[in-house]
């Protein structure tokens, strides 16, 4: 792998406003100051073993106590060795004899009805949940599944797929879950790649109204050949159906089952499985910049325990809390953050089918209403469609339970973060911008809501036992308000311990671009709080006439234009000057797209960051290429840019159609 340069990334984009914790928030808070946060930040990572013994024991139920916390040999990591423990039995059992017996674990809202109608509603208490669990896992192993047996879910955002996620983890098996908006094509490579043994899918999913068939998508899938003939998904020998849409779908004998029939056949009793700490618990593919996706692997109790701790603390979570998180199960964040995580606390967890803005833009708004929603967990893009779709949406409903909102998936502009405090939190909720990746498991740069000030645009400081630095190509620390590249300088529990079936990958991707560090992949500089502010991806740093320019400031400075929406902003290779800027934008609902707004747009950038970032090329677009967890995909746009054919994985975009419009210009 190439070396990416990486030091003195400029940043040109200079935020001032700081927003400290409300003194009624610190109060009731589990970490109620900066200083506190300080001092036991500190002991965290000057002593990390014993900050992270002292964490596994007080919060993990063991089945059997561990006798080491870390083995390292770099960059293999194993914690919490001769331990053995159960991650549904943390979720669920634990709960059994306690208050939280009775509450709700999951209030899930279905997608509404094409006429009007609100959605279905269903509630599953933790011990509802718990019978569920243990029924399903009894019909996991009825078909022939083991523990260490990989499994591919590939269901719609209903209760079942939290249930057959904890159903595997409760007898050993290893889960993949598959977005529900992918095709037959993804479906078959990541079936290929892990070897898997069962699909748990459905007849079909709600999405706006229209049925996904997710089940035909299955079968094309166990068609599928390679180059050379050779069937994709030989290891598959079963397939379990979920009834969701009643569509017509086709049921192959002795492979395809029914689920609501198989619970015919088992019982509600099946002990957790006494499982190793470090037995691996989930693959998730993630796309790479270049070739196949990368299945990030991660194992049982690190990982339970980061997603246990950073939920408790980021979010704050207290008992009478009614949490949602928006992600969909199919990415990491509805892994750690609708399932395990909250389940792990002992906390009430929303799940919603549908999309945003069906029927209406104000359906989130709505359902925050409807059962109180006090935490909000969402993403920047989706905080932008908001704000492109209007005020008044929000401003129809009564948003005041809320008491705290979230952020994930690449940095919120300032000008979103603003928005979201003011529309969505009324001014009084503290906002946690959370940076993390798939591969780290948990949350690793995030304020505490009741101790952090936080700044609009940066996730802030580091969660306990996590030291994160940014540094040159040499690997050493570079100076405050200087660029560099991001890196972890410890392991943590949550880490990847692996891609699946690849460690020279493994290596080569993390582990040999900064000496003995974890590389993240992402620019970063830190201020001089020592606040880690992102400015994009390694990759999409530009490097304009000698002068380097994270793509992210310059998209930031476009959204602060009122006419903008969105905004990509990627290099096209340039003989004057090495790169030059090219910025795709949508435009606000009702805003015309004019030369007269190109113009404007450019010089807006010159304004908010300097003249060396005015692009050279502003392009209106309907919509830009995404990723289903919401990121645009610029390696795609770099192509376009440049007048390419589009190359590369595109199995994890979410709307191809975007892609031809794009590349043929059409505004
Ligand atoms: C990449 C990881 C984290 C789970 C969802 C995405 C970007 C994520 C932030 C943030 C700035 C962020 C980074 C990171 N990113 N959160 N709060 N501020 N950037 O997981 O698909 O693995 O992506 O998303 O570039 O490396 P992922």
Redesign the pocket.
Known sequence: MSKAPAANIESHLKENRVFKPAKEFSAKAHIKSLAHYKKLWTESVKQPEKFWKKQAEAELIWQKPFTKVLQWKEPFAKWFTGGKLNVSANCLDRWLDSATANKAALIWEGEPATDGKPGEERVLTYKQLHREVCRFANVLKRNGISKGDRVIIYLPMVPEAAIAMLACTRIGAVHSVVFGGFSAQSVADRIQDCGAKMVITSDGGYRRGAVVPLKKNVDEALKLHDAAGQSLTQTIEKVIVLRRCANEVHMAEHRDVWWHRELDYVSDVCPAEKLDSEAPLFILY?SGSTGKPKGILHSTAGYLLGTKLTSKYVFDLRAEDVYWCTADVG???GHSYIVYGPLANGATALMYEGAPNWPEPDRFWRIIQKYGVTILYTAPTAIRAFMKWGDEWPKKHDLSSLRLLG??????NPEAWMWYHNVIGGGRCPIV???????TGSIMITPLPGATPTKPGT?TLPFFGILPEVVDDQGKPVPKNTGGKLVVRQPWPSMLRGIWGDNERYKQTYWTEVKGSYF???GCRQDKDGYFW?V??IDDVLNVAGHRIGTAEVESALVSHPSVAEAAVVGRPDELKGQALVCFVTLKTGVKATPELKNELRNHIGKEIGPVAKPDEVRFAEALPKTR?G?IMRRLLKQIASGMEIKGDTTTLEDISVIAKLASGEE
Not at 407 to 412: A, D, L, Q, R
């Open positions: 993630t990415w990491v964040t952020s994930v998936g690449e940095p919120i911008d959370t940076w993390w990746q798939t591969e996730a993240t992949g992402d992102i994009g991806r967890s990121k």
